[in-house]
């Protein structure tokens, strides 16, 4: 199934998985608790998203000073940044994604799964020839002189 059709299949039926967990919800503990779970969840899943996301961003800083690519922590941080986005809309289901994202090995799977699955290709980005390998065509070297009026 293409990627975009996927996406819009989730955008149409998850507001209504949620709209219908809402009122299930409600009408077995009531309005206000209810209320206050959603609330509840949203602060709780900032804060852990909060930490989490510090945490993935100190071993991307680590792995960068030792000079290695921080691959694997970056696309973490995707996948916490996306947990967050769920956490914090109201809801039931899209809090229940959203604290899976959070769990470690399960984010690492999310991201195993979808780097199989072909559904994020890498970009290959190529870094212009340095002047130790060659020159670059684009750089035009040369002298000047200053000359003053």
């Known amino acids: 199934?293409?990627?975009?059709?996927?996406?819009?299949?989730l955008l149409l039926f998850i507001p209504l998985i949620e709209v219908y967990l809402l009122i299930k919800v409600g009408a077995l503990i009531g309005v206000i608790p209810t209320v206050a779970l959603?609330?509840?969840?949203?602060?709780?899943?900032?804060?852990?998203?909060?930490?989490q996301g510090l945490a993935a961003l100190a071993r991307?800083?680590?792995l960068l000073a030792r000079g290695e690519l921080p691959t694997m922590p970056m696309?973490?941080?995707?996948?916490?940044?996306?947990?967050?986005a769920l956490l914090l809309t109201p809801g039931f289901l899209t809090d229940a994604l959203g604290f899976l994202g959070l769990i470690p090995p399960v984010r690492r799977a999310v991201i195993w799964f979808?780097?199989?699955?072909?559904?994020?290709?890498p970009v290959v980005v190529q870094t212009p020839p340095s002047r130790a390998h060659g020159h670059d065509p684009n750089?035009?070297?040369?002298?000047?002189?200053?000359?003053d009026d």
């Open 75 to 84: 696309l973490e941080g995707v996948v916490i940044l996306v947990a967050g």
């Open 38 to 51: 959603v609330v509840f969840t949203a602060v709780l899943g900032a804060q852990l998203m909060r930490h």
């Open 139 to 147: 750089v035009i070297e040369g002298d000047f002189k200053r000359e």
């Open 114 to 121: 979808v780097l199989r699955r072909g559904l994020v290709r």
């Open 1 to 9: 199934m293409p990627l975009f059709r996927l996406l819009f299949l």
């Open 60 to 62: 991307v800083q680590t």
